[in-house]
């Protein structure tokens, strides 16, 4: 089934971005002057200010690092409040802000493993696939 969502940001890096979704792909930006991921999408490292940016697939296992129920009205009826949002660090490093997949709030544990799966949902933009997170 696929669920309405907030619009996305597309145009120049974004659009990459998305596009690996599309192939059941999480792509973070890695530099290759300084060897660090950069997220989320930038024109240039925020580490060190490179723009030889590459996409790099990472292996979409990590840990709930944080997590929170937003009960207020913040997308004026695109999405059923409440919702729970999750922030991931990934096994390569990064922090990712994603939803849980078939679990909730009250399930969540400080560092449990979690895996990235996509969903279908649909923005004004049209159909894409959204990596929300699963238990491991």
């Excluded at 999480?26 to 240039?44: E, T």
Aim: proline share 6%.
């Amino acid at each position: 089934m696929t669920q309405t969502r907030p619009n996305r940001t597309l145009g120049p890096g974004h659009d990459d971005f998305w596009a690996g979704c599309a192939a059941g792909e999480l792509r973070i930006q890695h530099c290759n002057a300084c060897d660090k991921h950069s997220w989320p999408v930038f024109g240039h490292c925020e580490h060190c200010g490179s723009t030889d940016l590459r996409w790099q697939v990472m292996s979409g296992k990590g840990k709930v690092v944080s997590w929170c129920c937003f009960v207020q009205d913040y997308y004026r009826g695109v999405m059923s409040v409440p919702y729970d949002t999750i922030m991931v660090e990934l096994a390569e490093g990064p922090i990712f802000m994603s939803n849980p997949a078939d679990f909730a709030y009250d399930d969540i544990t400080f560092e449990m493993p979690v895996e990235v799966t996509f969903i279908d949902a649909e923005d004004a933009a049209g159909a894409f696939k959204l990596p929300v997170f699963r238990k491991a």
